[in-house]
């Protein structure tokens, strides 16, 4: 119960306080699900207040939070359109997938993120006592990167537009995207747990 209160103490003290903004990700900027009304933190926002109030730098945040009080367990969501990526025509090869998606920097993306949580959680308006402080570290905290692929089709080749190169290699853009967040790993210090790929319809079901 302890972690309950503490989540639901600290969400509410953030939207209070103006470092949580409550939207859906369909209105989050640049979302790859524009039909979701599933409740997130805009996380991006966050980070613009982190560095306008603590004179920070910029930092890699992740586009939305979701508080699960209930679960014990912070949701850090990231999204990217793979159905951008497909469409790309400047991105024709193999090599050049691969380049595009280690260019989105899950793992700092990750780091950054879990850095700002933990300012925010510092901050005297916010006013959490410092075993509360240890205890939200200790909380688990999920990785999502969520796509408009649909997994369920089995294939990207049912995408009308997909690239020809796609078809005639092993290593499909879910498999890449799956490698990809899987090197931030597990991070006992913060409780981060392994990160998962979701599509759309997935991330729907998943919350609710």
Known sequence: MAIEKILTNFLSKGIGTKWFIISTVGKLDKSCCVKSNIEVIDFDEAEILHRDKCGASSLKSCDALKFLPKDKRIDFIEMKSSK?????????????????????????????????????????EINLSGAERKLLKSIPKQAILLTDLDF???????????????????????????????????DTLNNLLKPILMDCSTFERYYT
């Open 152 to 186: 369920e089709e089995n294939t990207i080749n049912t995408i009308a537009f997909t690239l020809d190169f796609l078809a005639n290699t092993s290593t499909d853009l879910k498999d890449l995207l799956q490698g990809e967040i899987e090197k931030i790993g597990e």
């Open 84 to 124: 951008n990526i497909l469409k790309n025509p400047k991105i024709d090869t193999k090599d050049k997938l691969k380049n595009q998606i280690a260019k989105f920097d899950f793992v700092n993306k990750i780091s950054d993120s879990l850095h700002i949580l933990t300012a925010i959680s510092n901050r005297k």
